[in-house]
Every structure is written in structure tokens, then in C-alpha cells.
């Protein structure tokens, strides 16, 4: 979403005052000099000042120095005390003070590394739990015993964050209404931390414990490594996460963060490979990200379109079930019609070809030279590749033969040899061999009538130059 921070750092920010230098530890110390020059150098960029290059570098080198003296006065610490001996930090009445951070509860069972772990500053939580709301459904439906989540990891003692938040939180509303409509519970937290999304994507989410995890969307700054900050200035990455517990009902997990949309297959990974896991994979502004939010219908990958499609719709995520050739392996499995047949029908006139309509394509019969014709067939499926997660396209598919070990690969690849819509993929068969197929993609909402007969023209005449030169 946002310009983003740098890939490593780890604030220590909290919006609790620090306590007065007398009573500081040497750790609460530089916890205090750092907020205080963060706060300073978040006023130098609101006023223009600097750009957001020069913040993320100067930002990331006051967090790695604070790091790094902590880590110093950390190796100079004396060895913890014995079994018979007071804890540094008892009381002189046998009373203890506020728990340190490595005592603060996280959600059991996650692997936590050391330099993984959620941070906490001068003894208390960066987050207000009570701003959680959850949202009771509306109405019964395909969400009944489920939950939703919009989780905020926009940190709290940015004024420039705090504004992004308002401006994001004004623009959920109708989805929220959707979701509780169909069965959904909707948790909206605008301070979201590390455990939140652990606890949301294993079924655990305060609030919520207890439903099926459907969906999450996560705002924050992105760093170029795919992680993203938290509402306290931690950290969440894809190592963080154990994939065997996440839920293997989420559906959908949209990052509203920068540089994610190129990480998105660490992501799905990291989540155990089950969810379509949508980012943007530069930075962008506000503007673009109410863009995203706001119901647009000339858009098809906004957040109400994919909360339509695979939240309170039960379109296949792409990609779920992965194949060894190409996933287009079966169309009637694959595939769906949609609406389809408007946007064929002015095609096939262009091309002059034959079609009709099966259960989930179309078949299209292409005239070609010398009084040929190939059949396309024709369908609908959502990208999951970076930076078009969620897109329909019009895929159009055509048989070649099945491969052999008289099937010379220089045949496959001249095929290739000129710019155009068409390629020849091997996608799975009935028997233990691939078949070989020309296919084709271009995304529905956006192209000419034109562009898709030059796609199913192309795709077909492909197909059929490949069938004749190899079977004869």
C-alpha cells in the first residue's frame, strides 16, 4: 500500500510515554531516543521535506543502530540468576514488576524465533486490543460458521498512518454489509499485530476463535522482501508462519501493502499453498489504494469483486490443485462460462466460425486455410500470477495431439518463433503421456473484440500448423 519501509527493520515504537530517564533501563532508553527521532523524521516527510527514499533509509539505519546496542548491552548482561537467588527485577516485598517482553503471551504453537518475535516496548502492549470490533452476520449463508477479517497494521504513532486508516476504514463499509449478509462474522481491528494474523489464519482470531477463516485483508506498509510491518512497528514475514497450521478452508488473503504482489507464491506457501494471495508489487498511493476499495464495474480485481467471486462465491481459487504440466488440464474442471457467450458471439462473427455452448466452455469452430477447420475451446479462469491475482481471463485452448518420443522439441519451439497471442503448453492427459495443446490468455474485462478473435484465430491456426507437421 504506501511508500514502503525498509525489508529488515523492526521499530520499537509504542504510543505510551516512556518513563523518566531516572527510572530507564539502558534497553528503555534507546527505546525513548528512537521514538523520539522516528516521530521526528515522520514530521520531515509530512511536511515534504524529505522524500520517501531518503525516509526509508534514514529510518532503517536508526532502527538497525538501536538493534544493534541492544544487542551489545544484551552479550555485557549478567548471567541470570540461580534457583536460590531474587530476579533482578523483584521487589524488595517479594512482589514482581510488569512482565518483560519474552514473557508476554503469543499464539501457542507457532514456531517463534528470537529475531521473529512480536516486540514490545517499556513493559506494555503497542496495540489497544479493545478497538477490535467484531461484527455479528446479517442473514444466513455460504458464511454461516465463518469469519472474515480486516486487520490494520498501519502503525499507531504515525499521524501519516493514522490518516491512511481513516481513509481506508471509511471505504469497507459495504463490504462489511456484504459479508454479514451472507452468513459472515466480520472482525475489524484498525491496530493489527503479528499474533492477530497468526491467531486469524489458524482459526484462532480473538473474536473469532473458534469459525473457519475465510479471508483476511492486512493493510500495512510492505518492504521489498515481502514482509510487512504491524500496527507497533514489528514485523510479519513469511517465516513466521508454521504452513500446517493454517486453516486449509482460507480462501483469500489480500495484503494491501507494497512490494507483496511480487512475493505472493512465498506467501501462499507460507500459508500452506491454500489460499489466492493477492498484493501489490510496487508502491502506491492512497488514492490508488480507495481505488481498490471502492466498487468500480469496469474493474474485476477490486475488493468487492473478489470478495464476490471467492468469499460469498465459491469460484475455484486458481491454481489450488497444482499439475504437473499446465493447469488448463481439463476445462470442464478448470474452467467456467460466465457470461462468456456475449463477448463470443461478436467474435465468431468476426471469424466466421461456428460455436456452442457445453456445461463449462464454449467450443468455437475456426475456419482456416486450404478448407480446414480446428475446434477452440473457450473459457473462463482467474490469473494467480503476481500483479494480476484475481483476474479473469479468456483462455482459449486447442488440441494438438499427444506427445511422443517421435515428437521432435524444435517443432514445439519454432511454433513459438513469432510474436503473438498463441503458445503450446503440454497439459495433462488421459493416459500417462502429456497432450500438447496451443492455448492462450488476455484478460476478459480489458480487450477488444478484435484482440480476442486475433486470440482465438491465432491459438487455432497454431494448432492446427503443429498437428499437420507432426502427425502429417
Request: proline share 8%; charged share 30%; aromatic share 6%.
Amino acid at each position: 500500500m504506501l511508500p514502503a519501509m525498509s525489508e529488515s527493520e523492526r521499530s520499537t515504537e509504542s504510543p505510551k510515554e516512556a518513563a523518566p530517564a531516572a527510572a530507564e533501563t539502558p534497553e528503555q532508553a534507546i527505546d525513548r531516543e528512537v521514538r523520539e527521532k522516528l516521530t521526528a523524521l515522520d514530521a520531515e516527510v509530512d511536511a515534504g521535506r524529505v522524500t520517501m527514499l531518503t525516509y526509508n533509509e534514514r529510518r532503517k539505519a536508526l532502527v538497525t543502530d538501536a538493534r544493534e546496542r541492544k544487542a551489545k548491552l544484551q552479550a555485557a548482561a549478567p548471567p541470570p540468576p540461580g534457583p536460590d537467588e531474587p530476579k533482578a527485577d523483584a521487589k524488595l516485598d517479594g512482589s514482581a514488576d510488569a512482565k518483560r517482553p519474552e514473557d508476554k503471551p503469543s499464539v501457542p504453537g507457532w514456531a517463534q524465533p528470537k529475531a521473529a518475535m512480536k516486540h514490545w516496548s517499556a513493559g506494555g502492549r503497542g496495540d489497544d486490543p479493545t478497538v477490535r470490533k467484531v461484527h455479528a452476520p446479517l442473514g444466513n449463508g455460504i458464511g454461516d460458521g465463518k469469519a472474515f477479517f480486516f486487520l490494520f497494521g498501519l502503525r499507531t504513532a504515525s499521524d501519516n498512518d493514522q490518516r491512511f486508516l481513516a481513509a481506508e476504514m471509511e471505504h469497507i463499509g459495504d463490504d462489511i454489509e456484504v459479508l454479514r449478509k451472507n452468513g459472515y462474522t466480520v472482525v475489524v481491528d484498525p491496530q493489527g499485530t503479528r499474533e492477530d494474523f497468526l491467531g486469524a489464519v489458524s482459526g484462532q482470531g480473538e473474536g473469532a476463535a473458534g469459525l473457519t477463516p475465510a479471508g483476511i485483508y492486512w493493510s500495512a506498509h510492505g518492504a521489498p522482501d515481502g514482509s510487512v510491518l504491524t500496527c507497533d512497528g514489528g514485523e510479519l514475514a513469511p517465516r513466521d508462519l508454521d504452513p500446517n497450521r493454517v486453516s486449509k478452508d482460507l480462501r483469500l488473503v489480500i495484503f494491501g501493502s507494497c512490494y507483496v504482489g511480487s512475493r505472493v507464491r512465498t506467501w501462499r506457501q507460507a500459508l500452506g499453498g491454500h489460499p489466492l494471495v493477492v498484493g501489490w508489487g510496487r508502491p502506491v498511493t492512497i488514492d490508488r489504494v480507495v481505488q481498490f476499495l471502492d466498487p468500480d464495474p469496469e474493474c474485476t480485481t477490486g475488493l468487492g469483486d473478489l470478495i464476490a467471486r471467492y468469499i460469498v462465491g465459491d469460484a475455484p481459487i486458481p491454481g489450488e490443485t497444482p499439475e504437473r504440466y499446465s493447469p488448463l488440464a481439463d476445462a470442464a474442471l478448470q474452467g467456467r462460462v460466465g457470461n462468456l457467450a456475449d463477448r463470443v458471439r461478436a467474435v465468431a462473427e468476426k471469424l466466421d466460425a461456428r460455436w456452442r455452448e457445453q456445461p463449462k466452455w464454449l467450443d468455437i469452430e475456426v475456419p482456416l486455410e486450404d478448407d480446414r477447420t480446428r475446434v477452440c475451446e473457450v473459457f473462463i479462469v482467474d490469473s494467480a500470477e503476481p500483479f494480476s491475482e484475481g483476474e479473469p481471463l479468456l483462455a482459449v485452448e486447442a488440441d494438438v495431439g499427444e506427445w511422443s518420443g517421435v515428437v521432435e522439441p524444435q517443432l514445439l519451439f519454432g511454433a513459438q518463433s513469432a510474436p503473438g497471442y498463441a503458445r503450446v503448453a503440454l497439459v495433462k492427459g488421459e493416459t500417462d503421456v502429456p497432450r500438447i495443446v496451443t492455448q492462450g490468455f488476455l484478460p476478459l474485462a480489458r480487450v477488444r473484440d478484435q484482440d480476442l478473435a486475433a486470440l482465438v484465430h491465432q491459438v487455432a491456426a497454431s494448432a492446427d500448423d503443429l498437428a499437420r507437421r507432426i502427425f502429417g
